[in-house]
């Protein structure tokens, strides 16, 4: 069974700084793409930023800049650095790590940027 933890969410002021990881664990095949989406309250889940095993990255638009995606494919980890936080940002975190098979998504991590 593949469990994926995130940790790193919280309450923080605009114009701040949080860190976001998450943890892949379990039997599972090669990881081919890792990434962070988001959902706020009464909207759709988006994509944040994501990582493919070449190592190439894409971004929303409305984080470019204030985000940085990083992995660690020999821990399976994948780490989201956010800056600059603005009232916007606030929504609940979703690691999500993709094998050629499935994709596997974490329990969500909420964060929460106050104006």
């Known amino acids: 069974q593949v469990q994926l933890v995130e940790s790193g969410g919280g309450l923080v002021q605009a114009g701040g700084s949080l860190r976001l990881s998450c943890a892949a664990s379990?039997?599972?095949?090669?990881?081919?793409?890792r990434g962070w989406y988001r959902q706020a309250a009464g909207k759709q889940r988006d994509l944040v930023a994501r990582?493919?095993?070449?190592?190439?990255?894409n971004y929303a638009d409305s984080v470019k800049g204030r985000f940085t995606i990083s992995r660690d494919n020999a821990k399976n980890t994948v780490s989201l650095q956010m800056n600059s936080l603005k009232p916007e940002d606030t929504a609940v975190y979703y690691c999500?790590?993709?094998?050629?098979?499935?994709?596997?998504w974490g329990q969500g991590t909420q964060v929460t940027v106050s104006s």
């Open positions: 379990g039997t599972f095949s090669s990881i081919n793409v």
């Open positions: 999500r790590q993709d094998t050629r098979y499935r994709a596997y």
């Open positions: 990582i493919i095993s070449d190592g190439s990255t």
